[in-house]
């Protein structure tokens, strides 16, 4: 009789402990966001002194100006857009201000946005005319029916709705052009730039933003306006934004593919992002990168690349600025 009841007991006590554990919060992040600068195979020497910091500290200004939207109860969405348009301004990186040069010697800029809450987006594709196209992929996507607008369609539809134009003239970097001529003579060179983030109300969105690949083909369209190729979030699973070689990224769907391997094999992020980036895409040659965020806060900064610009911030207090693997 003793041993019946002192079996009773244990399993009385067990249960109790099972139902704490349930009951527990799991650690969710109260915000999050994550910043892209680009991905690429490069090493240290390929910098010049000084020009590594001032990466660094550009990714970190930016990171810091969604930390504070974040942080002050603002929404995901303001934050992503905000932090793009910062790095769309900078000459530094691969989009807006900084886009590099198509074959013809021309910029065509790419951009899209995805609200996680009810998976609407924007995004317009083979712009030259607009300071910035991640503001214009953002009225797409809250002002119109549709989801991507193209050339000069979505160049009239962002000057009938007061968005900045420039003149084409506006592009031009020394540095850029220098790169068409040396891609020109077979040597890459990446800068995209992403970013995504939750916030305090749970809700997760994506941005990115690109001149596309240095040397395209006129009309190229690449992966950052295509929705679950570059770009995605859905707040069932996560938010995303890639860098790299685009077609793969189109060809393997592959911010849509990590967060279908999250909602359907209950993958974490970190091994959805591991799974597609350093498995399917290393498999065959498709080089790049993707930051993501899920719903509880977890980041992933995956590569296959040698380096990728990437900073991250948590409401914990966790945060680090980074570039080579
Ligand atoms: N993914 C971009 C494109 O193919 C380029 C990049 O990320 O560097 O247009």
Excluded at 244 to 266: C, N, P, W
């Amino acid at each position: 009789m003793k041993t019946i009841i002192l079996f009773l007991f244990v399993l009385m006590l067990a249960s109790c402990n099972t139902s704490q554990n349930k009951n527990k919060a799991p650690d969710r992040q109260k915000w999050a966001i994550v910043v892209h600068g680009g991905a690429g195979n490069m090493k240290p020497e390929n910098f010049k002194p000084g020009d590594l910091d001032r990466y660094k500290q550009e990714l970190k200004a930016a990171l810091d100006i969604g930390k504070k939207i974040l942080a002050d109860g603002g929404t995901s969405l303001d934050a992503v857009e905000r932090v793009i348009r910062y790095l769309e301004d900078c000459p530094l990186f691969n989009a807006g201000k900084g886009a590099v040069f198509t074959h013809d010697v021309r910029n065509e800029l790419d951009a899209a946005i995805m609200d996680g809450r009810d998976l609407n987006a924007g995004a317009i594709a083979g712009v030259g005319d607009i300071k910035n196209p991640i503001t214009v992929a953002r009225m797409v996507m809250e002002q119109t029916p549709h989801v991507m607008m193209i050339g000069k369609g979505a160049s009239l539809f962002a000057k009938e709705h007061g968005a900045v134009m420039v003149d084409s003239s506006y592009f031009y970097t020394e540095k850029r052009w220098k790169s068409l001529q040396k891609v020109l003579e077979k040597s890459g060179k990446m800068g995209t730039v992403g970013c995504v983030a939750l916030d305090e109300h749970g809700n997760l969105a994506a941005a990115t933003s690109t001149g596309g690949m240095t040397n395209k083909m006129y009309g190229r369209v690449g992966d950052v306006p295509i929705i679950g190729a570059g770009t995605y979030a859905n707040n069932n699973s996560c938010a995303l934004s890639a860098t790299g070689h685009g077609e793969f990224f189109i060809r393997y769907t592959v911010t849509h593919d990590i967060s279908a391997l999250m909602q359907y094999k209950g993958m974490s992020l970190q091994d959805a992002a591991q799974k597609v980036i350093n498995g399917k895409l290393e498999k065959v040659d498709g080089r790049g990168g993707v930051i993501g965020v899920d719903k509880d806060g977890n980041v992933a900064l995956v590569m296959n690349t040698t380096g990728m610009f990437r900073a991250f911030a948590k409401s914990d207090g966790e945060e680090g600025v980074a570039v080579f693997k």
